[in-house]
């Protein structure tokens, strides 16, 4: 058996499967690129789902981490550290907002954003306790807590994990009408990614973002953004609600906050909202820690170059461009997406969207599949224009067989 295969069977006996990873064992990585444990080379066109859009290894994050590695990493929320007050007011001013509620994962940001807005309609709006209703939108990916899959519509994410947390209901995504129908006096939020990730890197009609905004600032309802894919510097601009010139009631972030080197996520909103909690209320142990914040400053200090934010730009028109030619070919039914990010819909006759990325893993390119035929691009915002014409190369490869 070789390395790779040893490594691959230890895996699956000694660990759940809840995924099913490509058959690479990855060893070392830098930039965009990842070494295998038999010193094979491939391209990362995932990056960590987003959150390594500071590529593998960057200096700035590991130099920050490990300098904090050597002060202090934990003291828990049980005391003040030095680190804290610096990334909440860096972070809130990112956001144009005043306050953060630090957490470690996405699912976990999206837990405290429920949280957040079950208060606040509970002590500001004057809800009557348990009758608060979050609008969530079909094809929605937020993560994978209880509360969180009770409100997916993927049948695979939710299935036999009920009964299910009451207090969500499900429109269409990009459908303003049913969202205007959905919406009662006991709506206290809703709740989107403004583009659907993992549905396919799904962008919503032009309008939607700012329609949803409207709409609930007329209504006194939270607007919440879920940017934890979507959000730092991916689509071209710091936020991608800054394509449609809108700005939520509050921002979930995570997966690029901690640039790949620690789990980070964080709420951010205003006073008025994030004040709802008092002491004991909400909380985690890890989250804001001291590692997390020096790595999220310099995350922070990164973005706000917004050198980052133009590469995106710039070589997501050049993705699109090269994307969309392959659209007229025939091989490729549609794609979709926002700066350096895109979700490809191959003709299923060329393969499931497994097949097309193991054949681009053979070639030296990872990417993954969604649903179907569809596979989405997203490689760290630091590859290089020779980079990522060598991948879209390897991608025109597959399809002509
Ligand atoms: N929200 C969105 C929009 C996501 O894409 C994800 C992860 N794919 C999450 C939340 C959950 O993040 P995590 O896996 O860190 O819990």
Redesign the pocket.
């Known amino acids: 058996m070789s390395t790779t295969d040893t490594a691959i069977a230890s895996a699956e006996a000694h660990s759940a499967h809840n995924y099913h990873p490509l058959p690479v064992v990855v060893a070392t990585a830098d930039g965009a690129w990842m070494t295998d444990v038999e010193g094979r080379r491939y391209l990362d066109m995932l990056a960590g789902?987003s959150a390594l859009n500071f590529g593998h290894g960057n200096r700035r994050l590991i130099d920050a981490a490990k300098a904090q590695l050597e002060r202090v990493t934990l003291t828990s929320r049980a005391f003040h550290h030095d680190r804290f007050a610096e990334f909440c007011t860096r972070l809130a001013e990112l956001c144009g907002m005043e306050m953060v509620l630090p957490m470690n994962?996405?699912?976990?940001a999206?837990e405290t954003a429920v949280k957040t807005a079950r208060k606040w309609g509970y002590r500001v709006k004057g809800v009557p306790d348990g009758m608060a209703k979050i609008i969530v939108a079909a094809g929605n990916?937020?993560?994978?807590t209880t509360t969180i899959v009770s409100f997916s519509t993927d049948q695979e994410a939710r299935a036999d994990f009920g009964p299910y947390t009451p207090g969500f209901e499900i429109v269409p995504y990009g459908d303003l009408t049913a969202l205007a129908e959905a919406m009662t006096e006991n709506t206290v939020a809703v709740l989107i990614?403004p583009i659907q990730?993992?549905a396919g890197v799904l962008v919503p009609p032009p309008g939607y973002l700012a329609g949803v905004r409207e709409m609930t600032r007329e209504r006194n309802v939270l607007f919440i953004a879920?940017e934890?894919?979507?959000g730092l510097g991916r689509t071209g601009r710091t936020f991608a609600c800054e394509h449609e010139g809108v700005v939520p009631d509050m921002y979930?972030l995570?997966?690029a906050l901690g640039g790949g080197v620690v789990?980070v996520?964080a709420v951010v909103s205003s006073a008025a909202v994030l004040g709802v909690h008092r002491p004991g209320e909400h909380g985690s142990t890890f989250g804001g820690n001291p590692l997390a914040c020096a790595v999220a400053l310099e995350v922070i200090a990164m973005l706000r170059t917004g050198e980052f934010q133009q590469r995106a730009a710039e070589l997501g028109d050049h993705l699109h461009h090269e994307l969309g030619l392959l659209a007229g070919g025939g091989a490729v039914e549609a794609v979709r997406g926002r700066g350096l990010w895109a979700g490809v819909d191959i003709a299923p006759a060329l393969g499931t969207g497994r097949e097309i990325s193991e054949k681009l893993m053979d070639r030296g390119v990872l990417v993954k599949d969604t649903h179907g035929s569809t596979i989405r691009i997203a490689p760290p915002l630091v590859i290089s224009k020779e980079d990522l014409d060598w991948g879209l190369d390897q991608l025109r490869g597959v399809l002509a067989g």
């Open positions: 789902y994962t996405g699912a976990e999206v990916f937020h993560g994978r990614e990730g993992e879920d934890v894919q979507s979930v995570g997966k789990p996520s």
